[in-house]
């Protein structure tokens, strides 16, 4: 259960619905739950009962046979069977067809094995990481990473030189959008961060160690009419919509009516939430978007991009971090990092 399988989100298993007709599914496994509620529906016998029920399900659905499951589970194929029947009595529905010539998954059954197989997996997963982390007693770094940096020229070397090095650490990694990184960092719930920031951004007491320095461009798709231009004006701006990524005010050095995002020459603003979202759109060929060319892929991406009329704006692939922080050792692990990849420490505001 990786941390990276981050920046991923984890999403529940679904719970259980009554239904009667044995052959629909549309009724099954549709309220967001925990993995503990999925297993933990009430039923004859308890919690501890239901779920081994759910064993025997399993190991019968493996085997195809009652009798195999039986020897393996170590009971009588007479009680293996019985315990199934009050399962499928609990779910409202059959899980096998049962014949002299052995025993087939329904449709029901087969949706089943895969939701209970995967509800087993995830517990297995869950009791042997907590064994783990009850006998490890390292401190624990968090480090963040904003999800559409480059992976093979930044993201792959930085990570595995931190956990070549940081023996004396778990490590936990989370890939995040830029706004939940920022946020993360200044609320202490992270303690490095590898993102992008701009020289309006305001980290506050939080220390910018710089990975290189980008200028920020007007970025399309070559589907938009500007892909044949070799350059653009303020007044061709003001005529088309502008992809701007939403971020905290309140967390820039400058005013609003300052703010080169806010006033970006365009015709209207379309507002969107993630990186992600934003290519997704400009992909299509009907606006503009404004970033620096540091981000995963833009060597192969299908864009054009250009200078930004009349200002030089300027961004930093940065790894950030806050020296307050309660970590012990965070200062040599960020010097040890500093010295490998020869940052360059810039300033968190204007």
Known sequence: MSGVGAGSRFNPPLRIKQQTDSESLTEYFLTPVSVYDKICVKGNGGIVMLYQRIQYFLRASETGSFSKAARQMYVSPQALSKQIGLLEEELGGRLFE???????LTRLGEYARQRFSKIDRDLTDAVEELKLRAGDKKERIHIGIFSALPQDSLVTPLVTFILGTLSNYQIGLDLLDLKEGKQLLLEGKIDLLLT???????????????FGEHEARVIVSLLHPWAIKDSITEEDMRRETF????AESDHYTVSPENSFYENI???EVLRVTNFETLYALLQQGNAFAVFPL???NMDRAKIKSFPFPGRNFLFHTALIYNPDSRLKGLEQIVREIQEEFDLTEVSTGA
């Open 98 to 104: 049962r014949s002299s010539q052995g025993i087939v």
């Open 196 to 210: 992008n920031t701009h020289e309006e951004d305001d980290w506050g007491s939080c220390r910018c160690l710089s």
């Open 243 to 246: 992809l701007k990524m939403d």
């Open 265 to 267: 020459p365009c015709r």
């Open 294 to 296: 540091a981000f995963v």
